[in-house]
């Protein structure tokens, strides 16, 4: 049985049930999830936060060890994954990337980092 690609799509998370082969293109996997974290460059990120969003990913994975990989399963690890990265931005963790070519603050208020609290 061939493998069918299944996704899930949020503004700022995406999950493949594939792998990327050395072409950049996405071929379908039932054993291979691949995350897209933040494709339009909203937020700055440091590797700090980026590695809690992809230990976060590997948790959820993690909890539907057993379970049917389906659409409606991917669906609710990308909506959790999308509400750590609201978190993220609401603590501080991230801030807008305000020379992105999206700057809508759909997020909620903008935490913009300053040069003063970097230090």
């Known amino acids: 049985m061939e493998d069918q690609l299944l996704k899930s799509t949020t503004r700022h998370i995406r999950i493949f049930s594939a792998e990327v082969d050395k072409d950049g293109e996405l071929v379908p996997s039932n054993q291979v999830l691949t995350l897209d974290v933040d494709p339009d460059n909203e937020?700055?990120?440091?590797?700090d936060a980026l590695q809690q969003v992809y230990r976060k990913f590997d948790e959820l994975v993690e909890s539907y060890t057993g379970a049917d990989l389906t659409d409606y399963n991917l669906r609710r690890i990308g909506s959790d994954l999308e509400h750590?990265?609201?978190h993220l931005l609401q603590t501080g963790?991230?801030?807008?990337?305000?020379?992105?070519?999206?700057?809508n603050y759909s997020m909620g208020i903008p935490q913009v980092a300053t040069e003063?609290?970097?230090?």
Do not use: A, D, P
């Open 84 to 86: 750590f990265v609201r």
């Open 93 to 103: 963790q991230i801030g807008y990337n305000l020379r992105g070519r999206v700057v």
């Open 116 to 119: 003063e609290s970097k230090n």
């Open 43 to 47: 937020f700055n990120w440091n590797e």
